[in-house]
């Protein structure tokens, strides 16, 4: 039954509070039986595998079994090789592991097995603007004449090319284009200024640079013209550039560049001196080692340069085929959306479902355009089966009281993602009340280290309130105490004991592997500490705290700030909040809770005994804050997560320019805010 089809008044709970762990949705038979993870459970056991009784005891053989796990996927989807393996993991050790050495193969050539005639690759939506199809064979023309023109321009393996690109089709253009011929590929979103761009790009040397004049959002064509060129002008390594007119076609377009449709079109149209093509480029694919980096992704650099994060063809087409099937559910036909730029993880996920055969929704916009709607429209009209998005846009949606379910035609969607920090049970059960009970809810949580999810949502188990389904298959999640040591019910550090194959191959500019083994195994010798904080539940699911390295441990109580989140910003007055917990030199603790105010509100000493209020009554009393502060608004990353370490390093009297990279903020007068504040705090003005 849909929200539409609830009685008023029961709609009215989609406003109440919820507890952890409220019984919010159940998986009918007939979704068990036609879920991809029930395929290929049942296929195990005519491979001399299982039978698994439950989805734990499947898990349980995936993480003591590595090998044998990862081996019954290369078979199931049927991967191709050029070469084979010679063995699936010869050496398990972290960091180091090594899988399917002797294979060779190509991510893009297995995005091009899922084509088909019946259904569109890609389903574009400029804001404000009609969807527009792109069949396969439109991307397959496009793909094989970029491909050849970077042929032409003598691309290849060790070669990287950096693309300054929104969410549009030429972003997915030239990343297959780029990993068909064995190149490395790095993406970053058009709102990074210059020196973010810089940032991520200097270290990355590429030979080619795709840049575009602009992109829209908020119902604005936002002008990027000087920034991308900016941006290419600074990168020396750079030998040839493709423009892509958008937004502004009307203007003179980038000096010593091709475009964008002269690129695909071939080499010939492309460069006046390379050989006569065909009419039509053949889209050919390069062989290469399964570890051979397919993409670079980053770090938040948020308190200095961007990591680079380099993931191999092997390790993210294995990853892409069991998590975006066996945890999302999508299979061929389907459409996928998740809400994201190019610079995100999620881009890279959306990317992944071509592989199985679904169409691939991609949104150059504002979430909110032309009002707190606007995905939720999107939805509606693209026939959306997933709808993925943030924790935060869901709680705005319910903020503002909607009921999607009952005031769009959502009967396409199927399932809603949510990642990108913690989803309260406010939010689970607001989906529930106000989109449609029998929708699946899939609250994820992983990261760019490692472009998927380590906890995710499982189609045959039931949906807890504030819960994550389920740990994932291959990935060895535990829970530990101080002491190093897995419990069950308690919150502890997130760590996996095995290796995955999408964990990173390496970091770019990092030779010797020391700041990879800083990054992820300093705590741990032979460990992934992942720096999260998770509880893992009796019954097998995740509850995720927030970030480990910023959390709130007040008279020696631990909590995670998404705690304090989620209970304060059930107030009405309250639109975001930030909360950090400051170690003081006299051995005292600090913990001020910075909120942002809705219009009209005001932080007077009502409002501040309603907060201390709930803090005690719903958590404890120890994390009442000491201080409540109004600020203008709360700073992120351009990924959307809350900068509390930054500000931690500010209120304890860092350098700024040590403390914040200023480049992956959103917004950069925010950090001045608190800068100021701090400077005060600090020198008692």
């Not at 959390?551 to 020696?556: A, D, P, R």
């Amino acid at each position: 039954m849909s929200a539409a089809d609830q009685p008023a008044a029961d709609q009215s709970a989609a406003n109440q509070p919820a507890a952890f762990g409220e019984l919010l949705w159940t998986p009918t038979e007939a979704l068990r039986l036609r879920s991809p993870l029930q395929r290929y459970l049942d296929w195990l056991p005519k491979q001399g595998v299982g039978p698994f009784p439950a989805y734990a005891d499947a898990w349980q053989w995936s993480v003591e079994h590595p090998a044998e796990f990862w081996e019954t996927l290369w078979r199931y989807f049927d991967v191709k090789a050029a070469t084979p393996y010679t063995a699936v993991l010869p050496d398990a050790h972290m960091p180091g592991a090594q899988w399917f050495p002797g294979a060779t193969l190509n991510f893009a050539e297995h995005v091009f097995r899922a084509a088909s005639d019946d259904r569109p690759a890609l389903l574009f939506i400029e804001e404000g603007a009609e969807p527009v199809e792109v069949s396969w064979a439109e991307l397959r023309r496009q793909v094989a004449g970029l491909a050849a023109t970077f042929r032409a321009w003598g691309v290849g393996p060790g070669d990287t090319v950096a693309a300054f690109l929104p969410n549009t089709p030429h972003a997915i253009v030239a990343q297959l284009a780029t990993a068909s011929v064995g190149a490395v590929w790095s993406g970053c979103g058009p709102d990074f200024g210059a020196q973010g761009v810089l940032d991520r790009f200097a270290q990355i040397e590429p030979k080619v640079f795709v840049g575009v004049d602009g992109y829209r959002y908020g119902g604005k064509r936002i002008d990027r013209r000087a920034e991308c060129m900016d941006a290419r002008d600074a990168l020396p390594s750079v030998e040839h550039t493709v423009w892509v007119d958008y937004q502004f076609p009307e203007g003179p377009g980038c000096a010593e560049s091709i475009r964008w449709d002269e690129a695909v079109a071939g080499p010939s149209a492309a460069s006046a001196q390379a050989p006569e093509p065909e009419l039509e480029p053949e889209l050919e694919f390069e062989p290469v080692a399964f570890d051979h980096p397919l993409w670079i992704l980053y770090s938040s650099g948020t308190t200095g340069l961007p990591k680079g994060i380099v993931q191999g063809h092997g390790g993210i087409l294995l990853e892409h085929y069991k998590a975006i099937a066996f945890h999302m559910g999508v299979e061929e036909g389907d459409r996928f959306f998740w809400y994201s730029s190019t610079s995100w993880m999620m881009w890279n996920i959306v990317l992944g479902s071509l592989l199985h055969g679904a169409t691939a929704v991609l949104y150059d916009g504002s979430p909110a355009f032309p009002d707190i709607t606007g995905l939720w429209r999107l939805a509606e009209k693209t026939r959306t089966t997933m709808l993925g998005t943030s924790a935060g846009y869901l709680m705005a949606s319910q903020k503002a009281d909607l009921y999607p379910g009952r005031d769009l035609d959502l009967s396409a969607l199927r399932a809603i993602g949510s990642t990108g920090s913690p989803l309260p049970p406010t939010g689970f059960r607001w989906v529930y009340d106000a989109v449609g009970s029998d929708i699946w809810l899939n609250s994820l949580s992983g990261g760019t280290d490692v472009c998927t999810a380590f906890v995710a949502g499982n189609p045959l188990l039931p949906v807890y309130s504030g819960e994550i389904q389920c740990r994932a298959l291959g990935c060895a999640v535990e829970s530990w105490d101080t002491e190093g040591k897995p419990h069950i019910g308690e919150v502890g550090e997130l760590v996996l004991t095995a290796p995955t194959p999408s964990m990173p191959v390496k970091f770019w500019n990092d030779p010797d592997g020391h700041k990879y083994h800083d990054a992820y195994f300093d705590v741990y010798p032979g460990v992934w500490r992942h720096g999260d904080w998770c509880t893992v539940t009796e019954r097998g699911g995740v509850v995720i705290h927030g970030r480990s390295d910023s959390t709130l441990n007040k008279q020696g109580v631990r909590m995670g700030s998404a705690d304090i989140y989620e209970v304060v910003e059930k107030l009405p007055e309250i639109r975001e909040s930030l909360v950090i917990g400051v170690e003081l030199p006299d051995g005292g603790y600090w913990m001020p809770l910075f909120v942002h105010l809705a219009p009209d509100a005001v932080l007077d000493d009502a409002l501040k005994a309603r907060v201390a209020a709930a803090i005690r009554a719903e958590l404890t009393p120890r994390h009442v804050p000491d201080e409540l502060i109004e600020i203008p608004g709360v700073p992120h990353t351009r990924t959307g997560k809350r900068l509390e370490i930054p500000v931690k390093r500010l209120l304890t009297g860092a350098d700024p320019a040590k403390a914040v990279n200023l480049g992956t903020v959103d917004d950069p007068a925010l950090i001045d805010w608190f800068i100021e504040y701090s400077s005060k705090r600090n020198t008692g003005d």
